[in-house]
T-cell receptor, first 114, second 113 residues
Framework: GDSVTQMEGPVTLSEEAFLTINCTYT??????LFWYVQYPGEGLQLLLK?????DKGSNKGFEATYRKETTSFHLEKGSVQVSDSAVYFC?????????????FGTGTLLAVQP | DAGVTQSPTHLIKTRGQQVTLRCSPK?????VSWYQQALGQGPQFIFQ???????QRGNFPDRFSGHQFPNYSSELNVNALLLGDSALYLC????????????FGSGTRLTVV
């Protein structure tokens, strides 16, 4: 079945450092891809999305490009802030089912130090 | 505009008991999905409800059941609780067919002792 693999954390960076969180996926079709963020004690918030190959999703300085040839959707940010500390989840929509349910990776904890 | 509201926020139950979790979807949304997030893991799809019917179910036993009401709110019921059911239960609402329109609630933290 479809699946998502994320790099394990935690990822610890200093403020203003460059961030990359790797995400690869396995899918039989061409799903939409997402990054969600979860701040402590909160639910999931959609950070960005890409719905087809070569699409670039972006939001709040974060970017990710849908790479069909490498089945990847890596999250990047040029300069992280302390407020970016959270857990980041890569996800895909399961287009083979009845509901387009989301399939998530295990999450990557990002800790940004001042 | 209120987003997705879940209640209660925290709950402690004993093995073998039954629990009911509640979700009110975002205004304008007609579909409710439930996810289980174990500690240190990503959310796992439990099931989705639309028009008071279960549309799809994930790999969860029949101890997990749900219901959707005419006002689109939903309940998740878990019978015969196991220690392994301890998790954060997330409700996500959406408009049917719009896959990137999910809005998640803050979740109910269930602890089974």
């Amino acid at each position: 079945g479809d699946s998502v693999t994320q790099m394990e954390g935690p990822v610890t960076l200093s403020e203003e450092a460059f961030l990359t969180i790797n995400c690869t996926y396995t899918a039989t079709g061409y799903p939409s891809l997402f990054w969600y963020v979860q701040y402590p004690g909160e639910g999931l918030q959609l950070l960005l999305k890409a719905t087809k190959a070569d699409d670039k999703g972006s939001n709040k300085g974060f970017e990710a490009t849908y790479r069909k040839e490498t089945t990847s959707f890596h999250l990047e940010k040029g300069s992280v802030q302390v407020s970016d500390s959270a857990v980041y989840f890569c996800a895909l929509s399961d287009i083979g089912g009845a509901t387009n349910k989301l399939i998530f990776g295990t999450g990557t904890l990002l800790a940004v130090q001042p | 505009d209120a987003g997705v509201t879940q209640s209660p926020t925290h709950l402690i139950k004993t093995r073998g008991q039954q629990v009911t979790l509640r979700c009110s979807p975002k205004s304008g949304h007609d579909t409710v999905s439930w996810y289980q997030q174990a500690l240190g893991q990503g959310p796992q799809f439990i099931f989705q409800y639309y028009e008071e019917e279960e549309r799809q179910r994930g790999n969860f036993p029949d101890r997990f059941s749900g219901h959707q009401f005419p006002n689109y709110s939903s309940e998740l019921n878990v019978n015969a609780l196991l220690l392994g059911d301890s998790a954060l239960y997330l409700c996500a609402s959406s408009v049917l067919g719009i896959e990137y329109g999910y809005t998640f609630g803050s979740g109910t933290r269930l602890t089974v002792v």
